[in-house]
């Protein structure tokens, strides 16, 4: 059992040390108290320097996370423009339900008194006589 979980761990291990390729990088401290991280040599003189280890990805996981990224992004599309065209399709529905364009408009109940506004008359106004003025000329 132990030789099996050993040549497992192994494996993934292996498996591990596959995917990312460790890398150093040199790493100058510059400046007052070395706070300033540079990896070229400090312009100002001599400084503590050392170094980074990290994890490079390889050229496969760079790919296969390039392809993830693409296929995410058409399916995002997807998702979007479905969710578009059922908010389309929704409205649609409550504009049929509500029905604001077939609707009569409402009716008034009979036993509700209703105002009615009338205009005063017109009345007529007086006429200047023509042929008295016509003559005086």
Not at 47 to 58: E, L, R, T, V, W
């Amino acid at each position: 059992m132990k030789a099996v979980l050993l040549a497992l761990s192994l494996a993934l291990a292996a498996m591990a040390s596959a995917q990312t390729q460790p890398r150093q990088t040199p790493l100058y401290r510059c400046g007052p108290d070395g706070r300033d991280l540079r990896d070229s040599p400090c312009p100002s003189g001599p400084s503590a320097s050392g170094s980074i280890s990290y994890d490079q990805p390889s050229a496969a996981d760079s790919r296969a996370a390039r392809e993830r990224h693409l296929a995410e992004a058409k399916q995002a599309h997807a998702l979007a423009a479905a969710r578009r065209a059922s908010e389309a399709e929704a409205r649609h529905q409550r504009g049929q339900a509500v029905g604001l364009q077939t609707l009569p408009p409402p009716a008034q109940p009979a036993s509700s008194p209703q105002a009615v506004h009338l205009k005063p008359p017109k009345l007529a106004k007086p006429r200047k006589p023509q042929a008295a003025a016509s003559g005086a000329r």
